[in-house]
């Protein structure tokens, strides 16, 4: 079966053949996540022209079914595209040396995470970033991809210090020299014909090259997902305190914070204290009053004492979500639902060590500082909002969207999490933990098409719309057509076709003729699929 890889130059506008090459498609695969995967080629030609191959990395390229070839439509020069990426790594083996050449490594805009460290303490301070540093020659040809560094306790311009030498080692696509021959065809791209050879690839002593090529969905990950709106509050390592509340001595605790700067507007959905277990036993509620800095309700929740088992966070959700503006005081007043009782009462924790956010207790006539003055209450207010509006936002130009031209996503997944996130991960990897989530039925999947529009939607229901894998190691479509070799699906059912079920099968078995496609590749050597299967 031959394949023709047509590539593009980096802004997609014009093609890039290289000149005197000649390739041939190894493998390729597709995934229920992203759609096309992985693909890997082999290269031939004159040792010049092979070098030429490195202008290719993070080209656009497209492989086609050669006209003539099963299912090709007829009167076009190539058929219609199988799979469809960028390269992301060169191999070139001249003899019994290789050079290798890479993005997998590179990094053009790098930060250093670390600890500040402070002596005579027995407790770490949060982790904290240096700002971003990037190579703006680099991204201009290759878009932005992120690196970040975990350093242990070390102070700001250590870290700022390593952030830019990190920066000048890898702004530019990694190079290696290999002083051994590289085999033919052996991926090491994880889940992609892992150790395998294949005859089909160039080989002996001529000079010959390798091309590994990623889908369009893998650039999601080059990228980190901060979103510094959706969560404040006190819940540092400073010295922390039980103190009564409700016990007529002290009625009524209120704590006050200040929204960031900068910000955009999000909704306040919960609200978390650190409360101890109740002195003696109320028979009332502990309530949180979410108020404006006039005083002003805004929403309220409560629980039952008996709710209060142990030290530790305990949840309020509140009855009508505010929307925070930036910059702006709001207010927690934390009280019982009961009246005042000095035998029965309840203990919430605050910080001694704090300067702002302080805390105030009312007696009874007036709001009244702790001793010390310092005290705030310890805290957290959370924003939550629709899995899908995170998941737009994770893949928005300037997150993991950089080289999508479009979204589509269902309206709504009717599942609320937080929205606040520290920057830690990559929009793909707090991507895909979304989609795994689904709509609380079931996961949702992703595709990339050849236009690089990205689609979200539902895995399909078994049994809706299954493919066929015939004894022959074809597949069909479910109309019961077969599939050209080479055309891949994933994140679709499939079931044995032309085999009998089995004779007896347990109550709880699933059927075991029927299979889900997290991923198919297409082993052009051997001309077979290979399928892996999913839950």
């Not at 300067?355 to 957290?380: C, E, H, M, Q």
Request: glycine letters at 12%.
């Amino acid at each position: 079966m031959n394949f023709l890889p047509i590539f593009s130059n980096r802004d997609a506008a014009v093609t890039a053949q290289p000149q005197g090459v000649r390739f041939e498609l190894i493998r390729h695969r597709w995934a229920a996540l992203g759609g096309p995967d992985a693909a890997e080629l082999a290269a031939a030609g004159p040792e010049p022209a092979l070098w030429h191959l490195t202008d290719l990395l993070r080209c656009p390229v497209a492989i086609h079914r050669l006209l003539g070839e099963t299912g090709a439509p007829a009167g076009m020069p190539v058929g219609e595209p199988v799979w469809w990426g960028f390269v992301e790594r060169v191999e070139i083996t001249c003899g019994e040396l290789a050079f290798v050449v890479s993005l997998a490594e590179m990094a053009n805009q790098v930060r250093v995470w670390y600890r500040p460290a402070l002596p005579n303490t027995d407790y770490r301070l949060p982790w904290v970033a240096t700002a971003w540093n990037g190579d703006a020659a680099s991204q201009a040809v290759y878009g932005v991809k992120e690196f970040q560094e975990m350093l242990p306790e070390s102070s700001a311009s250590g870290a700022a210090g390593l952030r830019d030498v990190l920066l000048g080692q890898r702004k530019y696509p990694v190079r290696t020299l290999v002083a051994e021959r590289l085999p033919a065809a052996v991926e090491p791209v994880t889940g992609l014909g892992a150790g395998r050879q294949d005859a089909s690839a160039p080989g002996g002593d001529n000079p010959r090259a390798r091309v590994i090529c990623r889908g369009w969905w893998h650039t999601a990950g080059w990228r980190h997902y901060e979103q510094p709106a959706g969560m404040q509050m006190v819940a540092g390592p400073g010295g922390s305190s039980l103190t009564p509340m409700g016990d007529a001595a002290q009625q009524r605790i209120r704590g006050t914070f200040f929204t960031p700067v900068g910000i955009s507007s999000w909704p306040a959905v919960k609200v978390f204290l650190r409360l101890g277990i109740p002195y003696g036993a109320p028979a009332d509620s502990l309530q949180v009053d979410f108020q404006t800095a006039g005083g002003v309700s805004l929403a309220t929740a409560a629980i039952a004492a008996p709710a209060i088992t142990k030290s530790g966070w305990y949840e309020f959700t509140l009855n009508t979500p505010p929307a925070l503006a930036a910059g702006t005081q709001y207010l927690l007043i934390v009280s019982r639902t009961g009246a005042q009782d000095a035998l029965n009462y309840y203990r919430v924790e605050i910080d001694t060590t704090q300067s702002s956010d302080r805390a105030f207790y009312w007696n009874g006539a007036a709001w009244v500082s702790f001793t010390p003055n310092n005290a705030s209450l310890i805290y957290k207010v959370q924003g939550e909002q629709d899995s899908l509006t995170l998941v737009a936002s994770m893949l928005a130009a300037g997150a993991g969207g950089q080289f999508f031209s479009g979204l589509d996503l269902p309206a709504s997944s009717g599942q609320l999490v937080p929205m606040w996130r520290d920057g830690k991960k990559t929009a793909l990897a707090e991507l895909e933990a979304l989609l795994r989530m689904g709509d609380g039925t079931g996961r949702y999947l992703a595709s990339v098409d050849g236009a690089r529009r990205l689609s979200v939607f539902p895995q399909p229901a078994e049994g809706a719309a299954d493919y066929g894998l015939e004894r022959s190691g074809g597949v069909s479509d479910p109309s019961g057509m077969p599939l050209p070799p080479g055309t891949c699906v994933a994140g679709v059912w499939m079931r044995a076709a032309g085999l009998a079920q089995a004779a007896v099968v347990g109550p709880t078995m699933a059927d075991p003729l029927r299979v889900f496609v997290e991923a198919m590749e297409w082993d052009n050597g051997r001309q077979r699929y290979l399928i892996s299967p999913g839950s």
